[in-house]
């Protein structure tokens, strides 16, 4: 069965940095792509970033372009955010999502077109 488990989140200073991983297993990741999305209180939950290991192809949300870099440890099965330069508006639940790759087109699709999450972890940025 497919499984994915988000850690890393935690309290972090405005213009700070965090590596949030996102751990799976029960398939192979290279045929998925990985995204990440998140969602702070009161509001949708919006993508942050995506990878699409069939293609290679990523995108970012204007937000965090500049400031953020999805990588992926195929031996690992993992895949991870770098966030750098942290502001408040970044503190929400991030989660990541997986479906097949075929199946998404990064920058696109949206959270509904992913089948497989994570439970989610905090980020808080806060001085």
């Known amino acids: 069965q497919l499984h994915l488990v988000e850690s890393g989140g935690g309290l972090v200073k405005p213009g700070g940095s965090l590596t949030l991983s996102c751990a799976m297993s029960?398939?192979?990741?290279?045929?998925?792509?990985i995204a990440w999305f998140r969602q702070a209180p009161g509001k949708e939950r919006e993508g942050v970033s995506c990878?699409?290991?069939?293609?290679?192809?990523?995108a970012y949300a204007d937000s965090v372009k500049g400031r953020f870099t999805i990588s992926i440890d195929n031996a690992k099965n993992t895949v991870y955010l770098q966030m750098n330069s942290l502001l408040p508006e970044d503190e929400a639940v991030y989660f990541c999502?997986?479906?097949?790759?075929?199946?998404?087109?990064?920058?696109?699709?949206?959270?509904?077109?992913?089948?497989?999450w994570g439970k989610g972890t905090l980020v808080t940025v806060s001085s």
């Open positions: 990878v699409n290991n069939g293609d290679g192809t990523t």
């Open positions: 999502a997986a479906e097949k790759a075929t199946m998404i087109l990064c920058g696109v699709t949206d959270h509904g077109g992913f089948d497989y």
């Open positions: 029960g398939f192979t990741l290279n045929y998925y792509a």
